[in-house]
């Protein structure tokens, strides 16, 4: 029965486009691009024991490249997809080598203070990146013949990329690789000891954290076809974290389902009231203070199975 | 000449704002190791109540002395009931229960007072400027920097020269010993908690007539204090105080001769501090 129900879920959400109306679609597109955001900070928090403050940093990035490669140059935006993740990739090792070299609240903050470069940057740099008011006017590309523009199209592209990240995140944290990053997040020291180099294994889980951001940022400028400084602000560092300890730090399936907590409820609660922050920050305090393992982490604690 | 000399003075205000919120956060982390994300949102508050109370009784005199009452009320509430529990479960816990704070602060200011942004007029004797040999420097600014001295010199007495201060001290280097000594350790940590935070509030209420009061000012506190207390070293009031006027005056000189470039500035300072002397640059001294 378990067995099914990864394919029951995804044949489920597959199906999805067809009861819901255009707006539904929207909105659980973001979710899913959001979810790959969130999986991807999950492979640091939850598996590799660094809570990074700046991960918009890696998604507003290449976001950016999408959009700007397109209304600039008019590079297709598959083009500009690829560059976005290269661009995120590349700029990962760079911030990953530097931040990698402190540990606790210290790599909070040093992460969080490359994301305020990133976000300063694109504020001051009007020319390319029209600043707080952002740059729209996105030329989407073609899916196997059918325009982004379309929706459904976009949703399934999405839902793809969620399926194939899920797929390869979840394969990743059950190869040695995998247990190597538990080994660092639970006892640094020991597997210093037993010869392992950690900070090689550190930066390669932040590279490849930054890569699925990147992926998911990319996915979000396409969705998007417009970007702002909003998607680069402290506070989309912040809504991911909640993401991933809401749904269950260390799962990858619980961050995804985090984002689709967070993302929906935020549009539910917002409709009927102003005040949607504060029950958000109500539901996470208490998910911190009562059920520290998360949505997910408590459903695979009573269902009895390991991560 | 005139110019930089504004300037500094200026950098010297903003950095006794900082250190007003940088002392509570610094104190807070060296006695509890609790990394209080919502101390920004204290900042707020205490310049929303302020607001109130000038509007209310008419007196700046009297905000000043009523808006640290709520904080230091909720942080002595916040202490017991949410963040006492986490102590056992390290730094970054603590960080995310105080985040989901910041949400429940902002909103709750919000639904409170609004969103708009308003002003806060100085007291009469306050008001108008003074020359300083040609220089022109409205009162109020001095008023500031003549309180955060002030506080600084009063934290630093009552820390390194009272008896309070040295059970703060003891706790802060060996919170079991301590205990084992006969200190209330849980009773001061709660107290250093609503006194930092109450600080914080003081700090928003006397900077709200320079930086105004609106929702938003929580965060704008926070980040360069967080950076105050990295450079500064964390639980080192006398690396708070440094880091904050440093900060501040890199902060306004950068505005002002390297436009453009004033936000990385900061920034860049604190990376590299970090990576090249991840204590603090002014360390407390330690036996």
Known sequence: ?307 | MHFLITQVLNGLVSGMILFLTAAGLSLIFGLMNVVNVAHGSFFMLGAFVGLSVQQFTGSFWAALLLAPLPALLLGAVMERVFIRPLYRRGHLDQVLLTFGFTFVFVDAVRWLWGSGISSVSVPPVLDGIVRLGGIVVPKYRLFLIFVGLLLALVLWLVIERTRLGAMVRASVDDAPTAEGMGINVPLLQSSVFAAGVGIAALGGAVAAPIIGVYTGMDIEILIPAFIVVVIGGMGSLSGAFFGSVFVGLADTLGRSYLPGLSLFLVYVVMIVVLLTRPAGLFVARRS
């Open chain 1, 1 to 307: 029965m378990t067995r099914f129900a990864p394919l029951a879920a995804a044949a489920l959400l597959a199906l999805a486009p067809a009861v819901l109306g255009n707006y539904g679609i929207g909105l659980l597109t973001e979710c899913l691009i959001f979810a790959i955001f969130a999986m991807s900070l999950d492979l640091l928090i939850g598996y590799t024991g660094l809570l990074s403050f700046g991960h918009a940093a890696f998604f507003g990035l290449s976001a950016y490249a999408v959009v700007t490669l397109n209304v600039h140059l008019g590079v297709n935006g598959w083009l500009g997809l690829g560059a976005g993740i290269v661009l995120s990739t590349m700029f990962a090792v760079l911030v990953g080598a530097v931040s990698i070299r402190v540990s606790g609240i210290a790599f909070l903050m040093v992460t969080l203070a490359f994301a305020q470069l990133v976000f300063s940057a694109a504020l001051k740099w009007r020319d390319v990146t029209g600043g707080t008011d952002g740059l729209g006017g996105l030329v989407r590309p073609r899916l196997f013949g059918s325009s982004l523009d379309n929706r459904v199209t976009m949703f399934y592209l999405a839902f793809a990329c969620l399926v194939a990240s899920v797929w390869a995140l979840r394969r990743l944290v059950a190869a040695p690789l995998g247990s190597v990053f538990i080994g660092i997040k639970e006892n640094a020291a020991r597997m210093h000891a037993l010869g392992y180099k950690v900070q090689r294994f550190r930066l390669l889980s932040f590279t490849i954290a930054g890569a699925f951001a990147g992926l998911a940022g990319g996915l979000y400028g396409l969705f998007n076809g417009y970007i702002s400084t909003d998607a680069l602000n402290w506070s989309v560092s912040g809504d991911v974290v909640i993401m991933v300890i809401l749904g269950g730090a260390g799962t990858i399936v619980g961050p995804a389902i985090g984002a689709a907590i967070f993302l929906v409820m935020k549009d539910v609660v917002s409709s009927w009231t102003d005040h949607w922050m504060f029950l958000i920050g109500a539901v996470f305090i208490a998910c911190v203070m009562v059920l520290p393992q998360g949505v997910w982490g408590a459903v695979l604690q009573v269902t009895g199975r390991r991560r």
